[in-house]
């Protein structure tokens, strides 16, 4: 069984200005503003990186009381939301579920997708989502993702041509680790590292004071010194290689 990360969500109070400094200092396009989202009290956007999205969701309606709002409250203010997967048979990720305990807070099954949004205080560190897609290629590398919308091979991926690795900050990095690699079927390398098909996931230790959450992203981007260029533009760069967008912080890997 293969598990690739297709989808990155970040969380924020709201979407435009996170949209603006992703365009700015990433060059990347929405491809889509889905309006299902809408029936949770959101509104979001979808950037293609690479074949792989980086999504940014926003509450519609502060005053209204919705999950995404909850995490801004729980985590204190913009942040990694959910790190989205992709397999290609839903059926023994069900039954490996159902033998670990593991609640779906989110079960949406159509002809093109299947969603399951694992609970987080089943997994620990953050929201683990496994997916799959169906249909004609469904499982090429580069093949339909129905949250991205269907046209959205058709916009840039800008500077970003892969998310390379995804980093959860935890209170206990090695035990949350185990957890997710029980889930995935993959051994945890190192005691902390899942190896995907075509990223790592990591778990690190809490330093910034937070609680739990998706808290970094290595990406891989075509020339790191522009996109530091626009980041020290735009007030975001962090680090010798690294911005913080929505409070995550996003280290620029050459490739």
Known sequence: MWLRLRQIAFVAEELAPVSDLLIDVLDLQVCFNDPGVGNFGLHNALFPAGNQ????????????????GRYLSRRGGDGGY??????????????????????????????????????????GGSFFEIDEARGPGAHDIDGPWHPAGPDWRAFPSGQVTAISAAIMACDDPVAVA??????????????????????????????????EGLSE?????????????????????TGDRTVTICGVRMNLLAG
């Open 53 to 68: 999205f980086i999504e940014v969701v926003a509450p519609l309606d502060p005053a209204v009381e919705t999950a995404g």
């Open 82 to 123: 959910m790190v989205i997967t992709q397999c290609e048979s839903e059926v023994p990720r069900r039954s490996r579920f159902e033998a670990l305990n593991v609640r779906l807070v989110s079960d949406f099954v159509s002809e093109s997708f299947v969603n399951m949004q694992l609970h987080p205080k089943d997994t």
């Open 178 to 211: 185990a957890r997710w690699a029980s889930i995935a079927e993959i051994p945890s390398g190192d005691g902390n590292v899942i190896d995907l098909d075509n990223a790592q996931l990591r778990f690190v230790p809490i330093t910034d004071g937070r609680p």
């Open 217 to 237: 992203l290595d990406l891989a981007v075509r020339d790191p010194d522009v996109a530091l260029a626009a980041a020290d533009r735009r007030g975001v760069r």
